[in-house]
């Protein structure tokens, strides 16, 4: 097992402590916890998927990377983002092709990588609308929405 893979895994496992076999997140919080929580703020599309697997092929952790059309916080005025998460009850079930909502925690184990799991609020974009309102105008938009 590669040793960035086994701190990757750790980290992530400490992000989701106190889990069981079951994701126990409680209560979503709201928007402007969330936001105010969250380390980046944005709403990307994914363009690719990859995973980290141990020497017997189990995954390790995963990397999703969002094209990005507009962010509120975090993303450094960049068109695209990586964001981690360990497979487990509590992983968000991102699709290549989708655009979503996210909010993502920096994890200082991983080098301050944006890490994200089912418990922050993230969401598809088409289910977003209240979120977006409250979160109001963004700090960056992408490239193509630019005028």
């Not at 402590?17 to 380390?39: F, H, Q, S, V």
């Not at 969401?123 to 005028?147: C, I, M, N, Q, T």
Request: aromatic letters at 12%; one cysteine or more.
């Amino acid at each position: 097992m590669r040793f960035a893979g086994v701190v990757a895994a750790a980290a992530l496992a400490v992000a989701c402590a106190g889990r069981g076999t079951a994701c126990e997140c409680g209560p979503l919080p709201d928007t402007y916890l969330a936001a105010a929580k969250a380390d980046a703020v944005f709403v990307g599309r994914v363009f690719w998927i990859g995973e980290d697997t141990d020497t017997d092929g189990t995954v390790m952790f995963r990397e999703y990377m969002f094209r990005i059309s507009r962010a509120w916080k975090g993303t450094g005025g960049v068109d695209t983002a990586i964001v981690y998460d360990v497979p487990n009850d509590c992983s968000y079930p991102f699709t290549d092709g989708r655009e979503y909502l996210v909010y993502a925690q920096s994890e200082r184990l991983l080098g301050g990588r944006l890490v994200t799991s089912a418990c922050l609020r993230t969401k598809p974009f088409g289910e977003a609308a209240d979120d977006l309102v409250l979160l109001g105008p963004p700090s960056y938009l992408g490239h193509w929405l630019r005028k």
